[in-house]
């Protein structure tokens, strides 16, 4: 992706200066059905509320250590971070890259609201961090991967995950770490819209695998928005970065995820999208190229 000619954000924080770990109370389950994890007096950020699940199972790690055990225990110790607010000057090379993906953002979701909406387009924060972070929604640790936060509507961001999906998960490239930024600020787009809200009213109400099954179309209706942004940019695109970014969707699919950690698929417990219904809703929005193209709460099948 050349970003050589592009602007930085401004809304850039850095919170790589302190560590917001999980403490004593941590993540928790909630009691009863599908409403994803409470934790900090407020729900998980639907970018996040899978992935610490299925990186726990690739990784052999027990999800319950990364969840805090399973609620109770005492509150987490008071986390002193840097004061953010103003823009984080880039550091380095991968910061730059961060800043321009999330310009890029900016800029196609200030056109899009204004031509499908009728209304401004109010952009995220990003937040990099290192280690843990203290979110809006809690405190977090990288092991959970990139997530938004809606309580702050922040998107926060270890940038050795990017590592991770090179090495690990098979999906090297610059388009594919700027893929994993755009499905993020897609769920701020959801936000904006009003859909989170609709998805957590429904799933307070719902089983566990109707609960699921609501994640999975909010997941892939983030890939597709994700594809929104691309089909914006494809001016910048170089050969080979639509590529990347399947190889990014496809390995994040949670039939690819739950065959590498556990050597069985199933499909009720998904809450992200198989393999090819991410790469598919990826390439429904990057080639129809508007959020009407992305509503996989109204498809019959998905």
Not at 79 to 93: E, K, L, N, Y
Not at 231 to 240: D, F, H, I, Q, T
Not at 260 to 281: L, M
């Amino acid at each position: 992706m050349d970003l050589d000619d592009q602007r930085e954000s401004s809304n850039i924080e850095d919170a790589r200066g302190s560590r917001g770990g999980l403490g004593g109370g941590g993540f928790r389950f909630p009691g009863g059905g599908g409403g994803g994890l409470g934790f900090g007096g407020g729900k998980m950020g639907c970018g996040g509320i899978a992935i610490v699940i299925v990186l726990a199972l690739v990784f052999g790690v027990n999800p319950m250590t990364l969840l805090g055990g399973g609620g109770g225990g005492q509150a987490p110790e008071p986390v002193q971070q840097q004061q953010i607010g103003q823009p984080a000057p880039a550091t380095s090379d991968m910061d730059r890259f961060v800043s321009r993906v999330l310009a890029t953002t900016e800029d196609t979701w200030t056109r899009q609201f204004q031509t499908e909406v009728g209304q401004p387009y109010r952009a995220p924060k990003l937040v990099l961090f290192s280690g843990g972070v203290r979110s809006g929604c809690g405190a977090a640790e990288s092991a959970m991967g990139p997530f938004y936060c809606p309580a702050d509507q922040k998107v926060y961001l270890d940038q050795s995950f990017f590592d991770d999906l090179s090495r690990r998960f098979g999906a090297p490239g610059d388009f594919a770490a700027a893929y994993v930024i755009a499905h993020e600020v897609g769920h701020h787009i959801q936000t904006l819209l009003g859909v989170s809200d609709q998805v957590q009213q429904a799933q307070s109400r719902a089983s566990k695998t109707q609960g699921n099954a609501l994640q999975v179309r909010m997941e892939l209706q983030a890939d597709c928005l994700a594809g929104v942004w691309a089909k914006a940019n494809s001016a910048l695109l170089e050969p080979g970065d639509v590529e990347e970014a399947m190889r990014a969707a496809s390995a994040i699919g949670d039939d690819t995820l739950q065959r590498a950690g556990q050597g069985v698929v199933i499909p009720e417990s998904f809450t992200h999208g198989s393999s090819e219904q991410r790469t598919r809703w990826f390439m429904q929005g990057m080639t129809q190229g508007t959020i009407a193209s992305c509503d996989t709460f109204a498809a019959r099948t998905i």
